[in-house]
């Protein structure tokens, strides 16, 4: 019986560290803006500006395994020069950057 409440004690811990450590955000909001600058190369993004309608720019980084509306991270150039607005959902990373899940239309 007491080692059936050990384990019981030890598997609910590392169950609370595992969630702790999923790297899910706790908490997602989005920006809607157009892109105005893309930092990278075609292969890789190292990050992206979006300016808001209040004339605020957000920095963002992108996530592991970001897309941009189903399409390579690189599609975000295309916005550059089309100046069509996106929306970012994103959550803020552990030094309180910017860190973009998803990059969507703006009308979606």
Known sequence: MKRSVQTLVAV???AVGVAGC?????????????V????????RIESFVVLDANGDSHKFAPAEGMTVMGAPPS????HVVSGEPVRVVHHEGSNG???????LHARD
């Open 22 to 34: 999923s790297g899910v955000p706790d908490t997602e909001d989005d920006v809607i803006g157009i």
């Open 97 to 103: 950057e910017l860190i973009a899940n998803d990059v």
């Open 12 to 14: 609910t811990v590392l």
């Open 36 to 43: 105005t600058e893309v930092t990278g190369d075609l292969t």
């Open 75 to 78: 599609h975000l150039r295309d």
